[in-house]
């Protein structure tokens, strides 16, 4: 780390001197109006951003893309027990070029049209739920499903609602898990009333995330002409069912009357066309140099998401300020450093994995690392999933950034680990990384300060106020994290490729076979295990002999850096082809959380043992690479 921003992590802390932190102020005026993607506010929140930026010294950029996008022009929903009277009716309806106004609950990508009929439960509209109604001798099919919330993403829960043939999907959070049964409700507390709920997308990010209409290319910049999906083709990938959140107002009879043996029936109608819009990624720039450390964050919010992901937003700008500041201070960075701000990501990560796509030869040849900040303080205490191969880059910088709690940020994290050792998590999906990691095998850090909770995801509620009463009511975290990040990012501006250990990438895709208890994982022979587990042994081996004899370091640490680029399929993954990084995926069925070698699961022996050997000559090939040469390429 280099002296100045080494004096940065090490100066008093901000929150003790100052009645109102910057980052306090940032996020009151960014979180002041709604910023839905495509809409005004979007574009509102985007320059203000980009004006931020450039104050602190950034060379910016507005990078516009023209995406199909699709908003709930009205929404009617209605379910009881008896005669039309003594039903519960709701009715919402907007505008997406009206300058002002809270998007109502909706899933963003449902299909329009109109359905009634009977409602069952479902529980959490999982594989197994299904099963079991099966086994019941029930079935979903023309019903209209209720299910809550948790377990996979609620694109999942669509998906199989639509698989197994209901006629709609109705989605609800639990009053034990977020609601009035975890305490006072919003205003008075921080959890979620029974009238608002949790919007959100359930486009099939597990398949292929980004803009639908241009699955795998660049969407284009408005103005320009770029093919787009048939028709046929994309009413075929996008959800054919219709679906919608409610609260607890609306769920809470209809599983009390279900739970008494009584038929519920419900109608629902949604208009909700899909329009080509425009968004815009705020792109900025610091140093020179072709190589560059990315860090991004999404922008734009279901409405005002202080937290989701304002948070993230206002902690890149105080690493920016803080970077800035030490620029003009004297500080040049070897390498460069941009920030991005995307749009649309909560549609289905639209504005990182377009851009990525239209900037994908340039990323592969020149960018260090991609680090990620979402919905990213709620608290202190520091939470990270990543690449392996990053760690051992990380242990100073964390090392140097005390807490509030007068540790280092090594101290706290790894304190959470107990007897194991400190390790990443594998991400898996659900934020910008994804095109990065999956589609161009790049190292990823998802970074994250958590310690308070409350019921505000993606709700209208999820505001200035909320974060300053409830989430990060001292804003040490926000400060906290700001902090952290400018001290990464100027590491990785001074150290380049170099901050990427592939000798710890090689190791921790070795244990890829085993599950936490040193037992193989179910879908693997212990020999395949085993045998796994020893070619990355022996290609860490190569690459400390390749370190031993190399004669050009930064050369070196280039071919260190491709790691995981060189076990890409560039076929994909099977269904799948987007997704290029065979070592692990985010699962289909759970659209978040990471599976580790999905290419083995769920085949028969003879076609598993095939890809085992498959994924094996991969590894070996690349271990032939670094034996054939020193470095110097």
């Given at each position: 780390?280099?002296?100045?921003?080494?004096?940065?992590?090490?100066?008093?802390?901000?929150?003790?001197?100052?009645?109102?932190?910057?980052?306090?102020?940032?996020?009151?005026?960014?979180?002041?109006?709604?910023?839905?993607?495509?809409t005004?506010?979007?574009?509102?929140?985007?320059?203000?951003?980009?004006a931020?930026?450039?104050?602190?010294?950034?060379?910016?950029?507005?990078?516009?893309?023209?995406?199909l996008?699709?908003?709930?022009?009205?929404?009617?929903f209605?379910?009881g027990?008896?005669?039309?009277?003594?039903?519960?009716?709701?009715?919402?309806?907007?505008d997406?070029?009206?300058?002002?106004?809270?998007?109502?609950?909706?899933?963003a990508?449902?299909?329009?049209?109109?359905?009634?009929?009977?409602?069952?439960?479902?529980?959490?509209?999982?594989?197994?739920?299904?099963?079991?109604?099966?086994q019941s001798?029930?079935?979903?099919?023309?019903?209209?499903?209720?299910?809550?919330?948790?377990?996979?993403?609620?694109?999942?829960?669509?998906?199989?609602?639509?698989?197994?043939g209901?006629?709609?999907?109705?989605?609800?959070?639990?009053?034990?898990?977020?609601?009035?049964?975890?305490?006072?409700?919003?205003?008075?507390?921080?959890w979620?009333?029974?009238?608002?709920?949790?919007?959100?997308?359930?486009?099939?990010?597990?398949?292929?995330p980004?803009?639908p209409?241009?699955?795998?290319?660049?969407?284009?910049?408005?103005?320009?002409?770029?093919?787009?999906?048939?028709?046929?083709?994309?009413d075929?990938?996008?959800?054919?069912?219709?679906c919608?959140?409610?609260?607890?107002?609306?769920?809470?009879?209809?599983?009390?009357?279900?739970?008494?043996?009584?038929?519920?029936?419900?109608?629902l109608?949604?208009?909700?066309?899909?329009t080509?819009?425009?968004?815009?990624?705020?792109?900025?720039?610091?140093?020179?140099?072709?190589?560059?450390?990315?860090?991004?964050?999404?922008?734009?919010?279901?409405?005002?998401?202080?937290?989701?992901?304002?948070?993230?937003?206002?902690?890149?700008?105080r690493?920016?300020?803080?970077?800035?500041a030490?620029?003009?201070?004297?500080?040049?960075?070897?390498?460069?450093?941009?920030?991005?701000?995307?749009?649309?990501?909560?549609?289905?990560?639209?504005?990182?994995?377009?851009?990525?796509?239209?900037?994908?030869?340039?990323?592969?040849?020149?960018?260090i690392?991609?680090?990620?900040?979402?919905?990213?303080?709620?608290?202190?205490?520091?939470?990270?999933?990543?690449?392996?191969?990053?760690?051992?880059?990380?242990r100073?910088?964390?090392?140097?950034?005390?807490?509030?709690?007068?540790?280092?940020?090594?101290?706290?994290?790894?304190?959470?680990f107990?007897e194991?050792?400190?390790?990443?998590?594998?991400?898996?999906?659900?934020?910008?990384?994804?095109?990065?990691?999956?589609?161009?095998?790049?190292?990823?850090?998802?970074?994250?300060?958590?310690?308070?909770?409350?019921?505000?995801?993606?709700?209208?509620?999820?505001?200035?106020?909320?974060?300053?009463?409830f989430?990060?009511?001292?804003?040490?975290?926000?400060?906290?994290?700001?902090?952290?990040?400018?001290?990464?990012?100027?590491?990785?501006?001074?150290?380049?490729?170099?901050?990427?250990?592939?000798?710890?990438?090689?190791?921790?895709?070795?244990?890829?076979?085993?599950?936490?208890?040193?037992?193989?994982?179910d879908?693997?022979?212990?020999?395949?295990?085993?045998?796994?587990?020893?070619?990355?042994?022996e290609?860490?081996?190569?690459?400390?002999?390749?370190?031993?004899?190399?004669?050009?370091?930064?050369?070196?640490?280039r071919?260190?850096?491709?790691?995981?680029?060189?076990?890409?399929?560039?076929?994909?993954?099977?269904k799948?082809?987007?997704?290029?990084n065979?070592?692990?995926?985010?699962?289909?069925?759970?659209?978040?959380?990471?599976?580790?070698?999905?290419?083995?699961r769920?085949t028969?022996?003879?076609?598993?043992?095939?890809?085992?050997?498959?994924?094996?000559?991969?590894?070996?090939?690349?271990?032939?690479?670094?034996?054939?040469?020193?470095?110097?390429?």
């Amino acid at each position: 780390m280099h002296a100045c921003l080494l004096l940065l992590a090490l100066s008093p802390w901000p929150c003790a001197q100052e009645a109102a932190p910057p980052s306090r102020l940032l996020s009151r005026d960014l979180s002041e109006t709604p910023r839905l993607a495509g809409t005004e506010g979007s574009m509102r929140g985007a320059k203000w951003v980009a004006a931020v930026l450039a104050e602190a010294g950034w060379d910016v950029e507005l990078d516009t893309r023209q995406v199909l996008l699709t908003y709930p022009r009205s929404i009617e929903f209605a379910a009881g027990t008896g005669s039309s009277e003594s039903w519960e009716r709701r009715h919402h309806s907007y505008d997406p070029d009206q300058p002002e106004g809270d998007v109502p609950l909706y899933s963003a990508w449902s299909a329009s049209g109109h359905v009634e009929g009977e409602v069952i439960d479902l529980g959490r509209g999982l594989r197994d739920d299904y099963e079991r109604l099966h086994q019941s001798g029930g079935r979903a099919a023309g019903k209209i499903v209720l299910a809550s919330y948790g377990g996979a993403y609620r694109g999942v829960k669509a998906e199989l609602a639509q698989e197994h043939g209901a006629r709609a999907l109705l989605l609800y959070s639990p009053a034990e898990e977020d609601g009035s049964e975890r305490g006072e409700v919003w205003p008075k507390g921080p959890w979620k009333p029974d009238w608002d709920g949790q919007r959100g997308s359930i486009s099939s990010i597990a398949q292929v995330p980004g803009d639908p209409s241009t699955p795998g290319w660049p969407s284009p910049h408005p103005g320009e002409k770029v093919a787009r999906l048939p028709a046929e083709e994309l009413d075929a990938f996008l959800p054919r069912i219709l679906c919608t959140p409610i609260g607890t107002r609306d769920a809470g009879p209809i599983r009390d009357a279900l739970a008494r043996g009584e038929s519920v029936r419900a109608e629902l109608t949604i208009d909700a066309p899909r329009t080509l819009r425009t968004i815009v990624n705020v792109i900025a720039r610091l140093g020179s140099g072709p190589d560059y450390v990315l860090a991004g964050n999404h922008r734009d919010a279901w409405v005002r998401g202080a937290h989701d992901a304002g948070s993230g937003s206002v902690a890149l700008l105080r690493a920016a300020q803080h970077l800035g500041a030490e620029v003009r201070g004297g500080w040049k960075p070897p390498h460069g450093i941009a920030l991005a701000f995307w749009d649309a990501e909560e549609f289905g990560l639209i504005g990182s994995t377009e851009w990525a796509e239209a900037n994908a030869d340039e990323l592969t040849r020149n960018a260090i690392a991609y680090v990620n900040a979402d919905a990213c303080v709620s608290g202190t205490q520091l939470r990270m999933s990543g690449t392996p191969g990053l760690l051992a880059g990380l242990r100073p910088v964390l090392e140097a950034v005390p807490t509030p709690q007068g540790n280092s940020l090594w101290e706290q994290w790894t304190g959470s680990f107990g007897e194991q050792s400190p390790r990443l998590g594998l991400p898996g999906s659900g934020s910008d990384f994804t095109v990065f990691l999956h589609h161009l095998g790049l190292p990823v850090l998802d970074v994250s300060f958590g310690g308070n909770s409350g019921g505000q995801y993606h709700t209208s509620f999820d505001d200035f106020e909320f974060m300053d009463r409830f989430l990060d009511p001292t804003w040490e975290g926000h400060e906290l994290a700001g902090r952290f990040l400018a001290a990464l990012l100027s590491e990785y501006a001074e150290k380049g490729h170099r901050a990427f250990d592939a000798r710890e990438a090689a190791r921790g895709m070795g244990q890829l076979a085993f599950e936490r208890d040193g037992q193989p994982r179910d879908f693997l022979e212990e020999e395949q295990a085993e045998a796994w587990k020893q070619v990355f042994g022996e290609l860490e081996q190569a690459i400390e002999l390749a370190r031993e004899t190399s004669v050009e370091e930064d050369a070196r640490a280039r071919l260190e850096h491709g790691f995981y680029r060189e076990l890409l399929d560039p076929q994909g993954l099977p269904k799948r082809p987007w997704y290029r990084n065979v070592l692990w995926a985010p699962g289909l069925e759970t659209g978040y959380a990471a599976q580790a070698l999905p290419t083995l699961r769920g085949t028969q022996a003879k076609e598993q043992a095939a890809e085992f050997e498959r994924l094996v000559s991969k590894v070996q090939a690349l271990q032939k690479r670094w034996g054939a040469g020193d470095g110097r390429r």
